[in-house]
């Protein structure tokens, strides 16, 4: 959630973030007069327990023949005890209750807008020309056997697919490639579950705005994954953690994901480029606060060296405030050009959450001091089955085969070129 003591002193700045967001400014006084009830009733409480203990002395200390009345008025001051505890347990859940509908506060630079007003920081790389009509992905894959919608679509219905032979082999490459860069960069590599418990899920923010999207597992109280970042948020729940020297601990998640893309009907129905499953190698850090944006730099870095070295036109764009997700306080996406569409598609993205995830699933480390504060936590997308669109549709060649970027080409046995079955 966002900081109690932020919205305490200065919940203008909450304000400005909620109009970034284009969501609700009244929900920040709200959330006020719920905080100052609280102490309130913590503070009518905490009086009352205090006269309660010192009334219990004096019975102790009474005599024989005052005792009686004074037992009466120890019982009266018990259940006026018993009442002021309960108000502080109805105003806590009033104020958990507003304060969870506030999204992580943006930082003061994010664009502000919507979908559409986010800022292009920089473009690279050469939009890829043909003198040819390249094809789009669905019938190279079609063409060279390495993608079959149709057969995914009979077993599983619409938004499935199946990737064959040297389709299959495709992904795997690009994801070994991702995760021994990961390594290399000093992130610990986690096979994680891909089906959590609510209270993970709500805690890295993904059962607001979002629930539409996520699958659910009634009978068993349990929610299939969008992304490792929830399972690698989660990791680490109610824990101190030790950061060596400050340094931050920093994990490479693998794992299948699951959206319903709820709200998406005709939307790129054709292909695999909004699809119900897919792989995905995601980055996930825990650090100092302190470090949060210097961190954030570091992961896009680490996409952009991805992507340039696929050979991949692309664009940086720094997301407004209205099209971000409940806990990021800023997000960089990285999109590529995908030539038969004539534009940009999102092919990463990488957020900054700030404390916001690690105060709702209680995650700290200790200060200098010897007390607790909540740590920054951030992730970002390093390889996933998305990205297949781009590479097969900017390393075409006029027969239908697709040259295979270099860098791929030792984890697909050194082949060259992708040639049609």
Not at 89 to 100: I, K, L, Y
Not at 175 to 196: K, W, Y
Not at 401 to 409: D, I, K, Q, T
């Amino acid at each position: 959630m966002i900081d109690p003591q932020l919205l305490r002193d200065n919940p203008d700045v909450i304000k400005a973030s909620q109009e970034a967001r284009g969501a609700s400014v009244a929900v920040v006084d709200e959330a006020v007069a719920a905080d100052a009830a609280r102490r309130s009733a913590i503070t009518s409480f905490e009086s009352l327990r205090a006269e309660q203990n010192a009334f219990g002395k004096t019975v102790a200390k009474a005599p024989k023949d005052e005792k009686a009345a004074l037992v009466q008025q120890a019982q009266a001051l018990a259940a006026k005890v018993k009442e002021a505890q309960a108000t502080v347990t109805a105003a806590e859940e009033s104020f958990n209750a507003v304060v969870r509908s506030i999204p992580n506060v943006v930082l003061p630079d994010v664009p502000k807008g919507g979908e559409d007003d986010f800022v292009t920081l920089r473009t690279v790389g050469t939009k890829p020309e043909f003198d040819f009509e390249p094809k789009d992905h669905a019938d190279l894959g079609e063409h060279l056997g390495i993608i079959d919608i149709p057969r995914g679509v009979k077993v599983s219905g619409s938004r499935f697919y199946f990737l064959r032979g040297l389709g299959a082999r495709l992904e795997i490459a690009l994801m070994s490639l991702g995760l021994d860069r990961a390594i290399a960069a000093g992130f610990e590599p986690l096979i994680t579950p891909t089906l959590v418990r609510p209270e993970t899920m709500a805690g890295t923010g993904f059962l607001g705005e979002h629930a539409a999207e996520v699958y659910r597992l009634e009978a068993d109280d349990l929610y299939l994954t969008g992304t490792s970042e929830v399972a690698l948020a989660g990791f680490h729940a109610d824990e101190i953690l030790s950061f060596n020297g400050g340094d931050g601990l920093r994990y490479a998640g693998w794992s299948t994901c699951y959206r319903r893309e709820a709200g998406s009907a005709g939307k790129d129905n054709r292909g695999i480029l909004r699809v119900h499953q897919f792989n995905k190698l995601e980055m996930f850090a825990y650090v100092h606060p302190d470090q949060a944006e210097a961190e954030h730099a570091k992961l896009v870095g680490y996409q952009e060296q991805m992507l340039q070295d696929l050979g991949l036109h692309y664009r940086v764009i720094d997301v407004a405030g209205g099209d971000l997700g409940t806990s990021a306080a800023r997000k960089y996406d990285i999109e590529a050009w995908v030539p038969t569409q004539g534009t940009f598609r999102e092919l990463t993205s990488t957020s900054n959450c700030t404390t916001f995830q690690a105060r709702r699933l209680d995650i700290r480390y200790r200060t200098e001091s010897g007390k607790t504060a909540p740590v920054a936590t951030l992730n970002g997308t390093l390889a996933t089955t998305r990205w297949i669109v781009a590479i097969l549709e900017t390393h075409q060649q006029a027969d239908g085969s697709v040259v295979v970027p270099e860098v791929l080409r030792p984890y697909l046995g050194g082949i060259e070129v992708i040639e049609p079955r």
